[in-house]
């Protein structure tokens, strides 16, 4: 399969591998997840984000925002407070913005189909509960029904939005934001 210059430079392309039916998500210069037969492994998801994110995203890689999980429908980032403080010594607003925003791209490399599908973000509302003071945790999800729906209507339209809400907290689990995103799966090309 030949990439193009932006999922090489990336990393990210989905394509077939020989001998496996299934679609797999393939990083550059990583080898294949299909297993044995046509069994599908899943991907190391956090992996491919985070080795993304320096030429995705240069200020989210430079902030120190990381992918500790992601999952069909699930996505957690964190960012260290060293380094991202601001005048009055707690977490700069951006950031707190940063470590959500991300979420929404992180969930569609592990549930949508790539090759077919990116996600941008149309819209995004930051509600700032409390000073951070320490790292913070970011964690949002999509059910089940919201994923079909979203493949459904995007397969049939090229194109389909979708909320996702996240939340972030403290290091002693105390909630210091929550957003509220629009975002929107768009076919490639269009």
């Not at 919201?146 to 002693?172: C, P, Q, Y």
Request: aromatic fraction near 8%.
């Amino acid at each position: 399969m030949a990439l193009r210059d932006d999922q090489r430079r990336t990393g990210f392309a989905v394509g077939r591998r020989l001998g496996c039916s299934d679609e797999v998500l393939v990083a550059s210069g990583a080898k294949g997840w299909c297993g044995m037969g046509d069994e599908v492994a899943t991907p190391p998801f956090a992996e491919i984000v985070n080795g993304a994110l320096e030429f995705t995203i240069p200020v989210a890689h430079r902030m120190g925002v990381t992918a500790v999980e992601v999952r069909r429908g699930f996505a957690a980032t964190t960012v260290p407070i060293e380094g991202n403080g601001n005048h009055f010594g707690v977490m700069y607003a951006g950031v707190l913005f940063t470590v959500a925003e991300i979420l929404g791209g992180a969930i569609a490399v592990a549930t949508f189909d790539n090759a077919e599908f990116y996600p941008l973000v149309k819209d995004l509302h930051v509600y700032f509960r409390k000073p951070a003071k320490t790292d913070v945790l970011a964690q949002a999800s999509l059910s089940a029904a919201e994923i079909a729906r979203i493949t459904e209507e995007a397969a049939a339209k090229g194109k389909s939005d979708f909320t996702l809400t996240a939340v972030v907290t403290d290091d002693d689990g105390v909630v210091v934001a929550e957003t509220e995103g629009l975002y929107q799966l768009r076919a490639h090309g269009k």
